[in-house]
């Protein structure tokens, strides 16, 4: 399949999409062995969890999003909270790279639609994390500069302003149905492709392309695969 209307914009979420967002490593690594094995991957799940309903209420740093997802977390397992190791987890984002073929990719589509990211990094954090993604983009726009994070369904609207575009004229590409496709569908985005990465469920009722390697995006736009 292959879009047939060439899109003002393609917009991107970016981490776990683009690049590829090693948070739990980061936990494990900062916490050591104090995280005992195990309710670690309990830790972990719960974090995530506490990590999106952080994000669905009243706008703060994201900074805040990740100490206060571990103070909970923490307290959940019995574990003590550390401010200085929340801090030190923050401070790794954006170390992080992409995942394998994504610069390639984003460099071929480059070619054929201009690119934007959506992202629910700070805006520092959405800049050097862009910059190590190796491609060009038109707008890089940050939940700070929103002021609300995804799912929020003011983030896409806040976007749709920021670009000058209706639904129909952008595609947008996430790894996350539960931050972006669930929201983008409602917003009236019918132009979607959710990158597999095997860290959600697939709901393919939401009407996304689904595909697992980076490099088949270009090819919907209709540019032969390398």
Not at 14 to 26: C, E, R, S, V, Y
Not at 116 to 143: M, Y
Not at 144 to 172: C, I, N, Q, S, T
Not at 179 to 196: C, E, F, L, P, T
């Amino acid at each position: 399949m292959r879009f047939e209307n060439k899109p003002k914009f393609v917009t991107f979420d970016m981490n776990g999409t683009l690049i590829k967002f090693g948070i739990n490593d980061a936990m494990r690594e900062v916490l050591g062995d104090r995280l005992p094995a195990e309710v670690a991957d309990e830790y972990l799940r719960i974090c995530k969890a506490y990590r999106i309903d952080e994000c669905t209420g009243a706008y703060q740093p994201f900074h805040q999003v990740v100490a206060r997802s571990m103070e909970r977390a923490s307290r959940s397992v019995g574990l003590e909270y550390r401010e200085d190791e929340a801090r030190a987890v923050y401070d790794r984002i954006p170390t992080w790279g992409p995942y394998p073929g994504v610069t390639e990719a984003l460099n071929r589509l480059t070619e054929e639609v201009p690119l934007v990211i959506i992202t629910n990094s700070d805006t520092a954090h959405a800049v050097r994390l862009a910059e190590n993604l190796k491609a060009p983009f038109e707008v890089v726009i940050s939940a700070e500069e929103m002021g609300v994070y995804k799912p929020r369904l003011r983030a896409f609207e806040y976007m749709f302003d920021k670009l000058g575009v209706a639904p129909d004229e952008l595609v947008h590409v996430s790894a996350s149905p539960m931050y972006d496709h669930r929201s983008a569908a409602v917003m009236g985005i019918k132009d979607k492709v959710y990158v597999d990465r095997g860290f959600e469920h697939d709901e393919h009722w939401l009407g996304y392309e689904r595909i697992t390697d980076i490099a088949d995006l270009p090819v919907l736009f209709g540019l032969p695969r390398p």
